[in-house]
Every structure is written in C-alpha cells, then in structure tokens.
C-alpha cells in the first residue's frame, strides 16, 4: 500500500466520526489560539510600555523623593542641577508637581489624574509637543500666570467640535487660558497619557497644589550617550543637600532595559501557561484515537488477515492523529489572527511569528506523540484476536 492510499485511509477515519474529530480538533484549536496571542498579548503590552518609556528621551532622568530620610526636592534642589560649573553635561532642568483636578469649561466636566505643573523646558524634555496652539512661556512661569496646554483627550471631552486654544477653563476655582493642545502620543492599556493638562509650576502651587515638596525633577542630558555622567553629576550635588536615601534617579535607559527583560519573562509565562491547554488537547488526542482503534478492531484484523503490514496499520492511525493535529492547529492560528485585531484587557496584541511557528510545531508533534500510543496499539493486534472482537 502507497503513502496516498495510507493517507486517503486516514482521511476516511476522520470523516467516518465527524463530530468526535471536530471536538478533537477544537482542543488543539484553543491551545493552539491561546499561545499565540497570550504572547501577542504579552508583546503588545511590552511594546506600548515601550514606546512610552522611549517617548520620554533616553537622555532623560527623573529625580524623585523617597519616604526615607530627612528633607525633599524643592525648587532650589531643582536650580542647584542646573549649574555648568558642576553639572556641565546637563541640558535642562524641569521641576515637577502633579496632582489630580477637575477642568470644567461651560457646564461640561472632566477630571484628570495628571495636572502638572512645571517649567517650559519639560516639553522638549519629556518629548511632549504642542500640536495647535503654543507652550507657555519662562515669562509666563515666572508670573505664574493661570495658562494651560491640554491633552487631546481633554481637548476632546470638553471642547468636542470646538478649537479650545484662547478659550477658559476652570480648575481648582480659577480660571486657565488655554494656550495649546499637545501631540497625541501613544499609550498603554493601563493609562491614557493623553488625559493630561500642564501648566506653569507657579500657578499650579498656587491654585492646586501648595507649596510642598515638588513631586519629581526631569533632568536632560546634553547627549544620550552622556546619561550615566549626568546622573553623577546630579547625584553628587544631590548628595551635598539631601540624605543618600531620601531621593532615587530613574534612569529611562535603565528603565527601558529593566522592562524588556520583565516583559520577556511575563510573556515567556504567559506562553508557558497557554501550553498547558495544547497538552490538554494532546492527552485528548490519545483518548479520542484509543477509542477509534477499539472502534475499529474488526476493520483493522480483516486489513491484516488480507496482508496489510504492521507499518501500515501504525502508519495510518499516526497520520490521522497528526492530521487533527494540524487541521486543528491551523484553524487555532487563523484564530489568533482574528482576536489579534481586537484589544484585550486594554492591550493591542502583536503577535510574535516565532510564536505562531511554535505552536504550529508542537501541534505537530503533539499529534505524533500522543497519537503514537492508539496507532502502536493497532499494529500489534493479532488478526485472529482482532477478528473475534465483537
């Protein structure tokens, strides 16, 4: 017998129990699905995360206070950096304060979670552009004038069909001038970071905030590549006012870093448990073709009484395991390249094509594993025994 005679066999197997080998096929249909875009989940996550961290400049640090020791950053800490004498490598500094607050513009509210006060400085620094309209001014700041640059999503839920630039809102029982929108940026699932509004630091104390502690300092670097000088230099005129522990620099490069390797291992776990229903729909495998073998005893004792070689009979019974397995795995990618297209759990999946080789493989080799035991068990039956099997 031919490999096209053995394999028409094994088609005809599958389509004699056509409902027990689509639910055989459903279960490597969702481990199969399942793996590629939990993946595709993990890389999304990863890859919007970042974006946002690369959105900020690699040649930016960010000073912030700790709940340890004695004092916190103020805005003469924050002037100190800004010294070409012992910070030379510094291109700007951006005092930071954030708060939440509730814009309101003609009877329509929307609360952010970040309103931020700071210097004209942080735009360029924390690669954040207006797209119509303008930033604030230094003379702005320095008058601490009630001017604000909003988000498009703010932009959006106040002022929908409407240009918000010279426009009022009010926040905080004062009114702001709107001097500008700022560029749309991507964001993760977790956090929208165009639901923004910032403002000059002076204002923002005065009217939101109070005079505190600044909640951050952004520090640029005159160069990417300058970045570890930079945070020497911030640190040692850091050290010089406050405690070593009341205050910890974030590095964005780090950072990036420090995330690609915890996104690698979260995604690598998420495939890991997304495997575990591919070996659910393998020992499914083994059940459904030990019950097709038993189905078929007599069958198989008349095909060996009229001279079908063993590796015949085990070659049949593994193509039909290994073909579920495929048919299955298939339909499970075709699968995961439709869910792709939709957001899960706030994240854009992006599927990793190593990925979805991998699982198309293990479906393959798990159609050959397990369905090795059911077509080993079909060879070595005796034609007398198998004839007499009612």
Known sequence: MNSAEILRFALRGIAANKLRSILTMLGILIGVAAVILLVAVGNGSAKSIASRIEALGTNTLTVMSTSRGSGGLTMRIAESLDDPAVAPDVRSVSPVVSTSATLTYEGAEHEISSFVGTTPSWFAASNFPVATGAIFTADDEAQARRVVVIGQTVAEELFSGVDPVGRQVTVGGALFTVTGVLAEKSSSGFQDSN??????????????????????ILVEAADPSMVDTVQSEISTILDRRLDSDAYRVQNASQLLETQTETADTFTTLLGAVAAISLLVGGIGITNIMLVTVTERTREIGIRKALGAP?????????????????????????AAVIGSRFS???????????????????????????????????????????????
């Open 195 to 216: 639901d923004t509004a910032v403002a000059p630091i002076g204002a923002v104390r005065q009217v939101l905030a109070g005079y505190g502690s600044l909640s951050s």
């Open 310 to 334: 063993r590796r015949v009979i085990l070659s049949q019974f593994l193509i039909e395991a290994t073909l579920l397995s495929v048919i299955g795995g298939g339909l499970g990618v075709a």
């Open 344 to 390: 899960i759990v706030g994240v854009q999946p992006v599927i990793v094509p190593s990925s979805v080789v991998l699982a198309l493989g293990v479906s393959v080799l798990i159609g050959l594993f397990f369905g090795g035991l059911p077509a080993a068990r079909a060879a070595r039956l005796r034609p007398i025994d198998a004839l007499r099997y009612e």
